[in-house]
């Protein structure tokens, strides 16, 4: 039984395509056309011979066998270059040795309206261009040539330029067919890049996201494993009643439960932050004064630390429109990130300007550092620059991503740098009011 897999083998000549249209449209044409050349080939060689037109015939023979030769190749040994190149080169052969032998036939001429379809759809806009150039530079001198002689004398100079005006009409047709064509295959196949594009990036993203979920449970579960190890040991130390100093167990009891309260509040407000609301108490007022506040609060404790705190600012009124409390947070994570990180002594160094873009505020702090490549990773949630995320020398890496939300979701910049102290600079940028 002919399936519809078996036609499509067939007019594919069972050359494998995949999802390439455009070669199965080529396929599909070649194999049409081949057979179609055959069949007509086929047929006026027997007419011919019936009516004794044994020159004409035997051109007609010669078409034949050529392209059954070229056919066999096609299908054979899948030569569909080879295929293509044979029967157009056969096509403008016989044409031309046709309208030689034939110049007292009416139809010898007819044919050539024909050719212009068959080879721009066999060999495409660029290759057909430039073989029917080349045929037409051969027929159109001789059609000049014998004016008067073909078609038994009716061939006269104004019949000439019908034919010339007439051919370059279809070649010109052909060629621009082709070449909306081509463009419509190029739009096609450059939208089906576009959309593998975007697969793959949204596959990458979805990897990532999955990377990052997966990281951030391990690191959340390692922040909660570490203070809940140390609270069962000195609970299972008063059980055995071998605590010499039970006061001082019972502060480091309440310090570690502080400490995964303090988790537990960044995690929640680093998931609250991807939400809308963090941004409805939005209000106009001046960065400096709130700058003030907070740096009030850490003066005690900077000092304490042997750390050196200095503030600067204009003179002028600094104005946005802001989240009054949601931009104290990312100042105190800003400041808290200082305190945890600036060895002593040291210092802390607080600006305010503005800028074209707005006002800018900058926190630069002394040594250490961090390696210029690590600073795109410090906004991640739960990034610590050290591997043994030691409690005592820092916090659970969710400050910056914080600061880093709240920034973000009042249209601002945040960008980290190398600082001058030999520490790191954080650069804030908002919208002035």
Known sequence: MFTKQAFLRFITANIEYKDDIALLRKLVIINALILAIILL?????????????WLVASLDLAGLLVCGYAYFQLYANKRLDFAVFTVSVTL???????????????????????????????????????????????LIPMAFIYIGE???????????????????VMVYTCYYSELAME?????????????????????AMMLETLEKQDKLL???????????????MQLEALQDGVVKEPKEAYQKLQSKISELDCLIHDLVQASNLGREHHGRNRQTLDLKSLL?????????????????????????????????????????????NCLRYTDAPGQVVVSVKKTEEGVTIGIEDS??????????????????VENSRNR???????GLSVAKAIVEAHKGLIAINSSDLGGLSVTVTLASA
């Not at 080939?41 to 037109?53: G, H, M, Q, T, V």
């Not at 330029?161 to 007439?166: D, K």
């Not at 005592?392 to 969710?398: D, F, K, S, W, Y």
């Open 292 to 336: 003030d506040e907070v740096i009030q609060m850490y003066q005690s404790r900077f000092a304490d630390a042997n750390l050196q705190l200095t503030y600067s600012a204009i003179d002028e009124d600094c104005f946005v429109h802001v989240d009054r409390d949601n931009m104290k947070v990312v100042f105190d994570k800003l400041l808290d």
């Open 183 to 203: 463009k419509s295959y190029k739009s096609y196949k450059e939208a089906q890049q576009e959309e593998k594009r975007l697969l793959d990036e949204r596959n």
């Open 41 to 53: 080939f086929s047929i006026f060689s027997l007419y011919n011979l019936a009516r004794d037109e």
């Open 367 to 384: 040594a250490p550092g961090v390696r210029k490549h690590d600073h795109v990773k410090l906004f991640d949630r739960l990034f610590r």
């Open 218 to 232: 391990t690191d959340v579960s390692h922040e909660f494993r570490t203070p809940l190890s140390v609270m069962r």
């Open 392 to 398: 005592e020398t820092g916090g659970a890496g969710l």
């Open 92 to 138: 403008i052969a016989f044409l031309l040795a046709l309208a030689y032998v034939g110049q007292n036939r009416e139809y010898s001429l007819i044919w050539t309206f024909f050719l212009p379809l068959f080879v721009f759809m066999l060999n495409g806009r660029k290759t057909g261009s430039w073989m029917m150039l080349v045929f037409y530079g051969i």
């Open 150 to 168: 073909w078609q038994n004398g009716d061939w006269t100079f104004t019949s000439f330029l019908r034919f010339s005006i007439a051919s370059m």
